[in-house]
């Protein structure tokens, strides 16, 4: 179906900057599609007669190859309408999806997403992983963050490994404050930092922006260990659902 595979070609660009690359003479309508940083494939178009997927004819129809991360997943898609154990590509998890109509493009899109997702790098699926929110620590023996809030709306501040733009950071200040101040939001990491003298090594810098502010009396030391069980922050770490609930719910927006 070209139009199915053209607009399915068409996703892929837009949204992966990948481009379909023909490397068998003897297959012109094989594509590939890969990662550019690792060069492994997510995707292959094929046409193959319908008996090589225990379909009844030999008139060729057109197939797309995704890799699953989830055996379950696989196992289950393959026994619907539509999909095929990976032809030529059978182990890892790799499904062929006829692309004859029987699978929508909001589908085949998605098991393409899965697809890339599943044969990432590192690295990549790293960049790709969504937003997360975090508790950070705030030492005013070291930096005085509230001084500095009534400032600016905008600081750097020691990076986190594991943070990344487009994540939100709960500052807490340590004592004599011992509670969550402010929220921010990551606007920029691995900004270089060379300086090695210090209490505190500081390897990169991330910028954060000001986004709420909370009363000092809310979400306390006590509180944090008593309702939320966050009994030490020592290090940037993740969030419990319940705090993130509570958190997200209360304060004031910044108003610089």
Not at 122 to 129: D, I, T, V
Not at 173 to 184: D, E, F, R
Not at 227 to 233: K, L, Q, S, T
Not at 235 to 248: K, Q
Request: with cysteine.
């Amino acid at each position: 179906m070209a139009s199915l595979k053209a607009a399915l070609v068409a996703y892929v660009k837009e949204k992966y900057g990948a481009l379909p690359e023909n490397l068998w003479l003897r297959y012109p309508n094989y594509a590939i599609f890969r990662h550019e940083d690792n060069g492994k494939w997510f995707a292959l178009m094929m046409d193959v007669e319908k008996d090589k997927l225990g379909l009844p004819g030999k008139d060729a129809v057109e197939i797309l190859n995704v890799k699953l991360s989830d055996p379950i997943l696989a196992e289950l898609l393959v026994r619907q309408p539509g999909y095929r154990r990976g032809y030529h590509i059978a182990r890892g998890n790799w499904i062929s999806i006829l692309m004859d109509g029987s699978v929508p493009l909001e589908d085949l899109s998605r098991w393409v997403d899965e697809s890339y997702l599943a044969t990432a790098s590192a690295a990549q699926k790293k960049k790709m992983r969504p937003p997360k929110e975090w508790l950070v620590p705030a030492n005013p023996k070291y930096y005085d963050i509230q001084s500095a809030f009534e400032r600016t709306d905008e600081i750097v501040w020691k990076q986190g490994a594991g943070i990344k733009r487009g994540d939100a950071v709960y500052m807490y200040v340590a004592v004599p404050v011992s509670a969550v101040l402010y929220k921010c939001a990551v606007t920029e990491t691995d900004i270089p930092y060379h300086r090695k003298e210090g209490p505190v090594p500081i390897p990169r810098l991330m910028k954060i922006r000001l986004l709420k502010r909370y009363p000092p009396d809310q979400f306390t030391f006590d509180i944090l260990g008593r309702e939320y069980g966050i009994f030490a922050v020592r290090g940037p770490r993740g969030i419990p659902t319940r705090l993130s609930e509570a958190l997200n719910a209360a304060g004031e927006a910044a108003d610089h």
